[in-house]
C-alpha cells in the first residue's frame, strides 16, 4: 500500500519496524511481568527488604525461544536520522545484536531462571487468549512463542 501511494512520487520514505523495544525509558515487556506488576501495589521499603532474600527473587520461566531487543536510544536515533533524510530510504528492520532468551533477562536483572518446555508457553497462551480481561498478557505470551528474528543488515550499512 505503501509502495502504491507513493508511486511517481519524490518523498523520500523511511520505514522503521522494531522489534521489542526496551531500556529504562521503554519498560513494556518488563511491565508485563506478573512480579513487577504485583510490586506496583508493594511498598519500596518491603520490596528492598524481600530483594535481599535470595529466596524471595523472582524466577522467569525460560522456554528457550529467541528474540531480539533494540534499545530505545538506538530507535530514537534511526527516527531522527529519516527525519533528516540521511541514508538510504526504504524499510528498516531495528534490533540489537545477537539474540537473547528470557534466561538472559533474568541473568541481567539478578533474577532466577527456570527451563520449561515450549509446549507449556503454547498451551498457556492459547488458554489466556481466551480470557478477555488477559487479552494484553496472551499478546506478550503469544510473540514469545516463536523466535521473533529479523535482518537488521539494512538498518546497519
Not at 519496524?17 to 506488576?37: D, F, N, S, T
Amino acid at each position: 500500500m505503501l509502495d502504491e501511494t507513493l508511486t511517481g512520487s519524490t518523498t523520500a520514505t523511511y520505514v522503521f519496524r522494531p522489534c521489542i523495544v526496551a531500556g529504562p525509558k521503554a519498560p513494556a515487556l518488563l511491565e508485563q511481568l506478573p512480579y513487577l506488576r504485583l510490586a506496583h501495589n508493594v511498598p519500596a521499603a518491603v520490596l528492598r527488604a524481600l530483594g535481599r532474600l535470595p529466596a524471595l527473587k523472582p524466577v522467569l520461566p525460560d522456554h528457550g525461544v529467541p528474540f531480539q531487543l533494540v534499545h530505545h536510544d538506538d530507535v530514537a536515533v534511526a527516527l531522527v536520522a529519516g527525519v533528516l533524510g540521511r541514508g538510504d530510504p526504504g524499510i528498516h528492520n531495528l534490533a540489537g545484536a545477537g539474540e537473547v532468551r528470557l534466561s538472559d533477562i533474568a541473568k541481567e536483572l539478578g533474577w532466577y531462571s527456570v527451563a520449561i518446555p515450549k509446549r507449556a508457553v503454547d498451551v498457556t497462551a492459547r488458554i489466556a487468549g481466551r480470557i478477555p480481561l488477559l487479552a494484553v498478557e496472551a499478546g506478550w505470551l503469544e510473540a514469545l512463542r516463536v523466535p521473533m528474528l529479523t535482518d537488521r543488515t539494512r538498518a546497519c550499512q
